[in-house]
């Protein structure tokens, strides 16, 4: 899905956001995640904090790749609040994110479009004071080899400027790199033709 090798996502939480209409009030949350569990926690969080709410509806992607994305309408009527709330996350091209809105019902029904206007503005708010990072998709190699052959190892990370993730230098030594997916079959190819020199991938 994504085309190059870089993706969006946002730095930090937002600050919290609200927005009203017909005395129901939307308290909108931005989150940078990794995984699904980050989802479940943040979600306890606002439930513990919001625990006189109505509605916790939300929509996240994660993944650069192989992308999860979920949209959840939590009882509004179908999708009136979690596809909106998903809009914004497709519209300002993000992943690895996840939008909480939180709504507390003032006795007025705003109807479906009301409902989908304010989701979705809530949301658009939310990641209005967020600050939106680009980072780059990368690739993981182990580079294994004998102490004598160090010189040879680091003459190309240093060329390179690859960066090392971990390095256990010892008579037999480990260098893990992180390579961006771009250049990682030519960086994969400088260290596999060396030898004495061994470099496997450790990405999926």
Not at 20 to 45: M, Q, R, V
Not at 85 to 99: A, D, E, F, H
Not at 105 to 118: P, T, Y
Request: with cysteine; hydrophobic share 35%; proline share 2%.
């Amino acid at each position: 899905m994504l085309e190059n090798d870089s993706y969006h996502t946002i730095l930090k939480p937002s600050e919290e956001v609200l927005f009203k209409d017909k005395n129901s009030k939307f308290f909108g949350y931005a989150f940078p995640i990794k995984s699904e569990n980050d989802i479940k926690s943040h979600l306890e969080t606002l439930k513990k904090q919001h625990h006189t709410a109505r509605h916790w509806c939300y929509a996240y992607q994660i993944g650069t790749e192989d992308i999860k994305f979920r949209a959840n309408d939590d009882g509004e009527p179908k999708n009136s609040a979690g596809q909106p709330i998903y809009g914004q996350i497709q519209s300002y091209k993000l992943t690895n994110v996840l939008i909480v809105v939180v709504r507390y019902f003032g006795g007025v029904k705003l109807g479906v479009s009301g409902l989908i206007n304010a989701y979705k503005t809530t949301a658009q708010m939310a990641l209005e004071t967020s600050k939106i990072i680009e980072k780059t998709i990368n690739r993981e190699f182990l580079i294994t080899f004998d102490y004598k052959n160090m010189n040879k190892v680091m003459r190309i990370i240093k060329e390179k400027q690859l960066k090392i993730v971990n390095q256990k230098l010892e008579l037999h030594c480990e260098i893990e790199i992180s390579v961006r997916k771009k250049d990682a079959q030519t960086i994969f190819n400088l260290f596999n033709q060396l030898y004495e020199i061994k470099i496997k991938s450790l990405s999926d």
